[in-house]
């Protein structure tokens, strides 16, 4: 139990004391300034920024992940031939690193040989520096967050259309919903309400955790156009070797990773009612 407790709160009490003191890496001293990094953090418009980045990438990517692997999901349940290579195509990303994703991405958003901007300009559509454009870098990471977060939904829905009862089709039928949406929306929706939930939480969780695709393929910019919580994290505390200053950052995105974890519990411990 000690050692449980040591490994569990014990990184988590040493950022929380390093977050109040001018530590930085590589120094043997440092001294305690209290509150000053977070007044610090609080006044600095990079953090607000990158604040700011993740809550729309994550606000790109929930949405976008749920409705598209509930999509992806009831396409391969509804046709028989090849479900179980579609199934595999879709969780593909989720089993590959993200960072050789990432420089795959790279090369296919390259604005002259990509070969996104290619297929755009056969249909006669200018391509853009996907990357290096402060209006489309963060779109074009939380497009690649949604792709590989896809499969991983998928797979929870399917699971959740396995689990729905024939007899509940049966009896909406009975009742006169015999229609494709009217069984999407009298019977699949309201019982997938709670791995829906489930997926949206977890999603949200992987939002706010991206990292490896920012650092490899904008470093936060153009202009901190990209920048996000963790790379910003990551930034402070390895680049500038400003630790108490990243350790204040850590202390910020550990409360807010928190937050979405116990929001995950209280929901599921009331369990989603069925419509």
């Known amino acids: 139990m000690l050692l449980l407790i040591g490994l569990l709160f014990g990184p988590a009490a040493a950022v929380v004391l390093f977050s109040l003191t001018d530590w930085q890496l590589g120094s043997f001293t440092f001294h305690f300034i209290g509150v000053a990094n977070f007044r610090a953090l609080f006044t600095d418009p990079t953090f607000w920024k990158a604040l700011t980045n993740t809550l729309v990438y994550a606000g790109i990517v929930v949405p976008g992940t749920v409705l598209l692997g509930l999509v992806v999901a009831l396409l391969i ?20 690193t993200m960072s050789a994703m990432a420089i795959v991405w790279g090369t296919m958003l390259h604005p002259t040989i990509g070969l996104v901007n290619r297929a755009l300009g056969a249909v006669g559509i200018s391509g853009v ?28 829905f399917v699971s959740g259309l396995k689990a729905v009862p024939q007899q509940l089709y049966d009896a909406a039928a009975i009742d006169g919903a015999d229609g494709v949406l009217d069984r999407l929306r009298f019977v699949t929706l309201p019982m997938l309400g709670p791995v829906t939930m489930f997926v949206v939480i977890l999603t949200a969780k992987r939002s706010f955790e991206v990292f490896d695709s920012v650092r490899v393929l904008t470093q936060g910019g153009p202009n901190y156009a990209s920048e996000v919580l963790l790379h910003r994290l990551y930034t402070e505390s390895f680049d500038f070797l400003r630790m108490g200053y990243g350790a204040a950052l850590t202390v910020i995105y550990l409360a807010i990773i928190v937050l979405l974890t116990l929001t995950q519990a209280r929901l599921l411990e009331r369990r989603v009612h069925y419509s």
């Open 77 to 96: 349940e509804a046709s028989p031939g090849l479900r179980g290579f579609y199934r595999a195509a879709h969780f593909l990303p989720v089993m590959s």
């Open 129 to 156: 520096n996907w990357l290096r454009d402060e209006r489309t870098a963060l779109l074009a990471l939380a497009l690649i967050g949604i792709w590989q977060g896809l499969g991983f939904a998928m797979v929870l």
